[in-house]
């Protein structure tokens, strides 16, 4: 198994972060590595979704999990390996969101694959999780 771990915190509340992680759609407009995105289905367990990278080919994934408000798994099985992506929220005391992107690569290949496209997959990590941030900020707060 291959694992890596990234967190940031934003000042944004929780419900902010994930109306933005909800709105699948608009992915492109903060994450520069989605090119192009298509859902097959509302945000929910089963629901499948292909997201292209800029310049590269589309990768079909599935979401596993989703906890609304607190986190959401995705899983790309690519059949002797799966990259496996937990997107989780934390409240924090002060009012705002930790916000976790967890990846595991796993399967019979996992040991050879892992340490090639595991840091390939997780290198934009804190720029994704930073627009994330930046985009859920920008939301004007409910009441």
Excluded at 23 to 31: H, I, K, R, T
Excluded at 75 to 82: E, L, P, R, S
Aim: net charge negative; proline share 10%.
């Amino acid at each position: 198994m291959w694992e890596y771990e990234y967190a940031a915190d934003s000042t944004a509340k929780p419900a902010a972060v994930w109306a933005v992680w909800a709105d699948v759609p608009s992915w492109p407009a903060w994450n520069a590595g989605v090119a192009e995105i298509a859902v097959d289905g509302r945000f929910a367990p089963g629901t499948r979704f292909t997201m292209t990278p800029p310049g590269e080919e589309p990768i079909s994934m599935q979401l596993t999990e989703v906890v609304p408000g607190e986190r959401f798994t995705d899983v790309m099985d690519a059949g002797d390996f799966q990259v496996t992506t937990v997107h989780r929220l934390e409240a924090l005391p002060t009012g705002g969101t930790r916000v976790v992107y967890r990846t595991e690569i796993t399967g019979p290949a996992a040991g050879h694959v892992g340490p090639e496209l595991g840091p390939a997959i997780t290198a934009d990590f804190p720029d994704v999780v930073a627009a994330l941030c930046r985009q859920a900020e920008a939301v004007p707060a409910a009441g």
